[in-house]
């Protein structure tokens, strides 16, 4: 799979679920689960203890999915989160180390960023798409601002995106939105709901 098939994929669900878990074995079940919802984007963050171990499973369990590795901030993790089968990395702050690690692998590479300054430095570094983070200081209306000056911008915003606001953000133009326990804990009726929301909403 090609950086622009695993970013057309992003781009088409418009959620990206995000697991943390207390070990490896929650955040297969976690990832799992929300897979076969219908949710095929997930990212397993690092933070997560065994978490390369749990993406090497998910990706060998459901090979359509499209599993990345979250909180990669050093061109160490990014290349084991390659070796364990990730094909996109997730960032809170911009390395250019890990994009250039991601691309050499043929991974998407996805920095966080607060600012336009930010924004700009991380697509001047390679960013496939950038992580609006956290989102819990901003609002939709940010992201509408941000898009008036930097329209090429793919914004994915992360950091207290609910299952209720992610339609939000993405009717105010964000590429995709990182969400968490709101959906990775539900039900495959929440994920459905919220899949079905954020598509009406994108062509608002």
């Known amino acids: 799979m090609y950086r622009w098939q695993i970013m057309n994929r992003i781009a088409g669900r418009r959620i990206i679920g995000i697991v943390r878990a207390e070990d490896a074995a ?3 079940r976690a990832a799992l689960a929300t897979v076969d919802a219908g949710l095929d984007v997930v990212e397993v963050s690092l933070t997560t203890p065994g978490a390369l171990e749990a993406v090497a499973e998910i990706v060998r369990a459901r090979p359509h999915a499209v599993v990345g590795a979250g909180t990669v901030l050093d061109e160490t993790s ?5 070796l364990a089968g990730a094909r996109f990395l997730v960032a809170p702050s911009l390395n250019a180390g890990v994009i250039s690690t991601a691309h050499r692998y043929g991974l998407a590479a996805l920095p966080g960023a607060a600012t336009a300054t930010e924004i700009v430095a991380a697509l001047e570094a390679g960013a496939d798409a950038v ?3 956290p989102a819990v200081a901003s609002a939709p209306g940010v992201v509408r601002s941000l898009l008036q000056a930097l329209p090429q911008a793919p914004l994915v915003p992360t950091g207290g995106i609910t299952a209720e606001s992610a339609p939000e953000w993405i009717a105010a133009g964000a590429v995709a939105c990182g969400v968490g326990g709101a959906i990775t804990s539900g039900d495959a009726g929440t994920v459905k709901a919220l899949l079905d929301a954020v598509q009406a909403r994108a062509g608002e």
Not at 78 to 82: G, N
């Open 26 to 28: 929650a955040a297969v």
């Open 78 to 82: 990014a290349r084991l989160a390659a």
């Open 131 to 133: 992580k609006l983070f």
